[in-house]
């Protein structure tokens, strides 16, 4: 057995090779891909549905029907939902895909059997379907013709107020799903902050402002003269020293957060999505972990959400975990597989590569699952703790305008030690 999210290929290819004349059940049917199938074949037995509702609303084509009919017999099958094709003989497929140009482009799995015993427990449940067939024919098609266009008309009516009536539904959802989402941030929100202002106490702020040395350079937030962002006085406990060039996790008092890299007197860039190299996950240590708090990457994710985690296998994307990172915790949401590749919508649409699949998705999904606190610990490791970024990245980041505010804005910057990690917390300076 083989599956295939297009058939159509293996259909093609499987019967050319047949000796004997095909047997298709589709519900739906478009002259293209039925004749495509049956080229240079002859008396195969097609059974489809024959409902005005069908060719109103485009499902099936009575021109194919009736260009079937030169060379093969079509008969009427109420209540047909099966697709399936077979030579009665050496193969047959079973799926979700009808002989239309529309489930070219669809979201399709079907399956090809070639085993006897397979084939044949197919057969003895479809067999019965097909006994005394009604054959469609070209009066039928005439007949049907002769109303189409207008139920076309009516049934493009009422699609119209089902989908005004759909669209007022979701509308209502997205607000109701909005509001829950800023309720949630709000509260996450909060707490993150509860917790920076407890750390702050034991430290003293620095003034600071965003500038630029001319109109060329890039805007860098550097504290007052005199000053520096590498040594920390302590209200309580012992002096703190940072380090030139290192990054440090950065906190707006938005909450918003990035890691800020330190060169004396200023904060240069702040990159919002770090990138670990492969070994940083141990249960999996091929894998390449990307951390990412860019507001980009957050839309879709569950409420609460303010970090993703991205777990790569080489360039290929293995799974996507959602996470809540509340500076000493971390909460991770349910993982996500990587999305598939979206087929053309249109016939004429170039063809797009298939979106490669890691082996390695279900069981590190399944090893999340059995093993969240050892992930959220490990997550909580890599946002917080201090690094480098190799040769070439060190600039990597947006600029200090961007990420605090415009040129000439005033903040007072502070440290807090949050289990034992450096974190830097900028807010707007009070008059």
């Not at 037995?45 to 024959?50: C, G, K, N």
């Not at 499902?59 to 194919?64: P, T």
């Not at 397979?118 to 070209?138: G, H, S, V, Y």
């Not at 509001?179 to 509860?194: N, Q």
């Amino acid at each position: 057995m083989r599956m295939f999210e297009d058939i159509s290929p293996r259909w093609k290819q499987a019967a050319k090779g047949a000796s004997k004349p095909l047997t298709i059940l589709s519900p739906y049917i478009t002259e293209d891909v039925a004749l495509n199938v049956l080229k240079g074949k002859k008396g195969a037995r097609i059974f489809t549905l024959f409902e005005p509702e069908v060719f109103a609303a485009g499902g099936s084509s009575l021109a194919s029907i009736r260009a079937l009919l030169k060379d093969h017999q079509v008969f009427r099958l109420d209540g047909l939902h099966a697709k399936v094709v077979t030579d009665n003989d050496s193969f047959i497929t079973l799926g979700s895909q009808n002989l239309t140009k529309g489930g070219l482009y669809n979201r399709e799995l079907s399956v090809h059997l070639k085993d006897e015993p397979a084939r044949r427990q197919a057969m003895e449940i479809i067999e019965p379907w097909l006994e005394n067939p009604r054959p469609i024919k070209l009066e039928m098609i005439n007949d049907m013709e002769a109303g189409i266009e207008r139920l076309k008309g009516l049934l493009k009516e009422f699609n119209d107020q089902c989908a005004k009536h759909q669209a007022n539904v979701e509308a209502k959802e997205k607000v109701r799903a909005n509001r829950e989402r800023d309720d949630v941030l709000a509260k996450s929100r909060a707490e993150i902050s509860v917790k920076l202002e407890r750390a702050l106490r034991a430290g003293v702020k620095k003034t600071a402002q965003v500038m630029r040395k001319d109109a060329y350079s890039a805007p860098f937030l550097r504290v007052d003269k005199g000053e520096s962002l590498l040594e920390w006085r302590r209200n309580r406990g012992s002096d703190v020293q940072l380090e030139k060039g290192k990054r440090y996790l950065c906190f707006l008092e938005s909450c918003e957060f990035g890691w800020a890299r330190l060169a004396g007197k200023q904060i240069t860039r702040i990159e919002m999505n770090i990138r670990c190299a492969p070994g940083t996950f141990s249960a999996f240590p091929t894998l390449t972990v990307e951390l990412s708090a860019s507001p980009d990457d957050l839309i879709g994710q569950p409420a609460g959400t303010n970090l993703v985690v991205n777990l790569y296998d080489g360039k290929t994307p293995v799974c996507i975990v959602p996470v809540s990172f509340q500076l000493d915790t971390v909460t991770a949401f349910t993982p996500k597989r990587p999305k598939p590749s979206v087929k053309p919508t249109r016939a004429n649409s170039p063809p797009r590569k298939p979106a490669a699949r890691s082996p390695l998705t279900t069981p590190v999904i399944k090893w999340i699952a059995e093993n969240p606190q050892a992930f959220e610990q490990l997550v909580r490791k890599r946002v917080t703790k201090s690094f480098n970024f190799g040769k070439g990245d060190k600039l990597a980041g947006e600029n200090a305008a961007d990420f605090f505010g415009e040129t000439g804005s005033q903040f007072d910057v502070g440290l807090a030690i949050i289990e034992g990690n450096r974190v830097l917390h900028v807010s707007q300076r009070e008059d």
